[in-house]
């Protein structure tokens, strides 16, 4: 078999990427591990950055998120008992949508097969071979059957626990291991809020969202290596109420709960991201702790400068976007985690800090809530930064 990309991987990077890809008349072929129910249906990020939208849109795929999303003009911040309203419209003229990740994937596939796009899912053994010769290959193994795909790339969209960040030599990582995680859940109850609302409260940090007008997606820092039969629901939810709570009464609503999982927080980045013919996109290269809303931001940001670089590849032979692809991707990646640091530390308490370190966050979290820079600041990182090649902050 030969293709023009070969893509490891069906998440939002990769599936993205193909999808661009197809518009502008390369050849792709996706190879996925896992069977298309189970990426379907996994539950993960859920609010998708101004440019994100526009990106979707661009590749074909708005008409469901247009209707089914919801547009975001603003974000709450919550500490000691009172509310503070961050408004991303009128500080920077941009948006957020909240549209779970997989229906995200779920439109991407769609898309994909109805154009004759050759995904394949289930399939295992991806190994990664010639990586720095012009004739790259990758074999696996699909329904009892090895194959062997030839391309000009290979693109290592395979998240964080894939194969294809392993074969770059003499990779460095940066990583950041935060001392707690999320337990996170979703729940049949209509959001108790119009938008989302991050808490900082002595127990810990408390996060309501929402993927729907019925469903509300609720987090709860725990300690780092809890055991989820600790958190049965009423507990969960007698914290959620505690943390939430103000002073003007807010009423937060319950209901069944339809999924609930812990993770663990960590920040890690992998540079170069690129080695010869192999190029890598979103988790396979960085992750994110979720306080910003990132990750899937990030996938689809490294995925734009991948489709503009094999496109100006295949029209023009220019070698040049690609040589700089991890320059550009990581700017971006590198000023998205410390955002996202910058966010986590300010509302998670820290089992190993002080009553000093409290009252810095509290100081960090009334500035940001009064000032108007400070509060432009949050809202230009969390609605997400341009895109063009070389942008400033200017
Ligand atoms: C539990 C959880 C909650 C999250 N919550 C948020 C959130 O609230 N906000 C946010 O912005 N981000 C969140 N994220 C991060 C976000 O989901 C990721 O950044 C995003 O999925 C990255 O997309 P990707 O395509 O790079 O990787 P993935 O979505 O991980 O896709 C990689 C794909 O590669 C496949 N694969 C792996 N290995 C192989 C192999 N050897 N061969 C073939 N295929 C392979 C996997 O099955 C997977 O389908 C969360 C992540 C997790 C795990």
């Given at each position: 078999m030969r293709t023009q990309v070969a893509v490891i991987g069906a998440g939002p990077?990769?599936?993205?990427l193909s999808?661009?890809?197809?518009?502008?008349?390369?050849?792709?072929?996706?190879?996925?591990?896992?069977?298309?129910?189970y990426v379907e249906h996994r539950v993960r990020a859920g609010v998708l950055e101004h440019g994100t939208v526009?990106?979707?849109?661009?590749?074909?795929?708005?008409?469901?998120?247009?209707?089914?999303?919801?547009?975001?003009?603003?974000?709450?911040?919550?500490?000691?008992?009172?509310?503070?309203?961050?408004?991303?419209?009128?500080?920077?003229?941009r948006t957020i949508t909240v549209y779970g990740q997989q229906e995200v994937v779920k439109d991407l596939i769609a898309a994909r097969l109805d154009a004759g796009g050759d995904l394949r899912f289930e399939v295992t053994a991806?190994?990664?071979?010639?990586?720095?010769?012009?004739?790259?290959?990758v074999t696996f193994d699909h329904q009892g059957e090895p194959g062997a795909l030839e391309a000009d790339f290979v693109i290592g969209a395979d998240g964080f626990h894939g194969?294809?960040?392993?074969?770059?030599?003499?990779?460095?990582?940066?990583?950041?291991a935060y001392p707690f995680s999320w337990l996170g859940i979703l729940s049949e109850a209509p959001p108790s809020?119009?938008?989302?609302?991050?808490?900082?409260?002595?127990?810990?940090?408390?996060?309501?969202?929402m993927r729907s007008p019925t469903v509300t997606r609720m987090y709860l820092q725990v300690p780092l290596s809890e055991d989820i039969a600790a958190w049965p629901d009423e507990r969960i939810w007698s914290e959620l109420h505690t943390r939430l709570a103000t002073d003007d009464g807010f009423a937060l609503t319950e209901g069944p709960l339809l999924d609930k999982g812990i993770t663990p927080m960590r920040s890690f980045v992998a540079t170069p991201m690129q080695h010869g013919r192999l190029l890598l996109a979103g988790d396979a290269a960085h992750i994110v702790p979720p306080t910003g809303a990132k990750g899937m931001n990030l996938a689809i940001a490294d995925v734009r400068l991948l489709s503009h670089a094999l496109a100006g590849y295949y029209t023009e032979r220019r070698e040049d976007l690609l040589a700089d692809y991890t320059d550009f991707a990581l700017k971006r990646v590198w000023r998205a985690t410390h955002f996202s640091w910058w966010m986590t530390t300010m509302l998670h308490?820290?089992?190993?800090?002080?009553?000093?370190?409290?009252?810095l966050a509290l100081a960090q979290l009334?500035?940001?809530?009064?000032?108007?820079?400070?509060?432009?600041?949050?809202?230009?990182?969390?609605?997400g930064l341009p895109y063009e090649r070389g942008w400033s902050y200017r």
């Open positions: 990077a990769g599936l993205l999808q661009l890809l197809h518009l502008q008349g390369i050849d792709s072929v996706i190879l996925e591990r896992r069977d298309r129910d526009e990106t979707l849109r661009e590749a074909g795929v708005g008409n469901r998120l247009d209707s089914e999303g919801l547009r975001h003009e603003g974000t709450e911040l919550r500490f000691a008992r009172a509310a503070h309203r961050i408004d991303f419209a009128e500080l920077t003229g991806v190994a990664l071979h010639d990586l720095d010769t012009d004739r790259p290959r194969v294809s960040r392993r074969q770059v030599p003499g990779l460095r990582v940066y990583e950041r809020s119009q938008e989302l609302i991050y808490a900082r409260h002595a127990n810990g940090f408390a996060l309501h969202s308490t820290d089992p190993h800090d002080d009553a000093f370190s409290e009252q009334d500035y940001v809530t009064t000032s108007r820079a400070m509060s432009t600041s949050l809202a230009e990182n969390y609605t």
